[in-house]
């Protein structure tokens, strides 16, 4: 079988084409969509990340504001810090760049953002709203799950009755994307480090998201012919970045797959911007 390469940086220009447009348009309304990022202390990845979306919020005419702080701050002035940028009204979304530095409860700070400013989508309230399905009353999903629901839904992967087996249960990425697999009737499987013989849980999959943070984690013999493979993983291996699927082998059997770097990946950002028009709609001029 040859495989269809699911080319998310691609998708990810196009939605970036359309979310520039949006943006264009509520800035004429009378103003421009607002995204404070928050990073705390110096970590050279988090640095990379923040720029990243620094960048991408000003090429679609998204206003960016970043603020860096020490990484001594403490947990009470990061929160005062917060609720400054929850009563600001230039600020759609607030994201608070993670990890934190360990004296720093990352629970505690996430849940001292405005709910109706959290794009990352990782508050209670808006976790609480997805699994309970709430889709009457605004909710922000993380991003990244977001990004791999949109990614299949711009290949026309038909989800309603097929088996998903999520591999990986973090509060990031598994769970979330479980739910939102739920929500468009696949029946969903959650493997996780205590799960007994993954391989054949894994081969009963005809859509496969894998985020365990592994290299090569699952290979072609775990999987089944025709298999949806998004691999979400992000692991460097002698200089190079590589996914937890097996690439080569898995590829062989599936239908659709998603490379690392370039598939999954670019979409998160995309996510993140996509959230932050949406609050900015919500919350209006």
Do not use: W
């Amino acid at each position: 079988m040859v495989a269809r390469i699911i080319d998310g940086k691609g998708i990810a220009e196009d939605i970036h084409r359309e979310l520039k447009e949006e943006a264009a348009l509520l800035t004429q309304e009378g103003r421009a969509p607002g995204l404070a990022v928050v990073l705390v202390g110096n970590d050279p990845a988090s640095e990379t990340y923040v720029r990243s979306k620094e960048r991408t919020a000003r090429e679609l005419g998204i206003f960016s504001k970043v603020i860096k702080k020490d990484a001594g701050t403490s947990k009470e002035e990061l929160i005062e810090l917060i609720k400054e940028l929850n009563e600001d009204r230039r600020i759609d979304g607030i994201l608070v760049q993670l990890p934190l530095p360990s004296h720093i409860d990352e629970k505690e700070i996430i849940e001292a953002i405005d709910p109706g400013k959290d794009v990352d989508g990782f508050h209670p309230v808006n976790t609480g709203r997805l699994f309970n399905s709430q889709k009457d009353i605004p909710r922000f999903e993380p991003c990244t799950p977001m990004g791999i629901m949109e990614l299949l839904e711009r290949q026309g992967i038909e989800l309603e009755g097929k088996k998903a087996v999520v591999v990986g249960r973090s509060n990031i990425v598994g769970k979330p994307v479980a739910c939102l697999l739920l929500e468009k009737n696949a029946t969903v499987t959650i493997c996780h480090s205590r799960t007994r013989d993954l391989a054949k849980e894994t081969a009963t999959a005809d859509i496969l998201v894998v985020a365990v943070g592994r290299a090569g984690f699952i290979n072609g013999s775990m999987v089944k012919e025709g298999v949806v493979a998004i691999d979400v993983g992000i692991n460097r291996v002698d200089g190079k970045l590589v996914g937890d699927l097996d690439f080569p082998s898995v590829e062989k059997k599936s239908s659709y797959i998603t490379p690392v770097p370039g598939g999954v990946g670019p979409m998160t950002i995309a996510m993140l911007m996509k959230n932050t028009i949406k609050a900015r709609k919500y919350h209006g001029v």
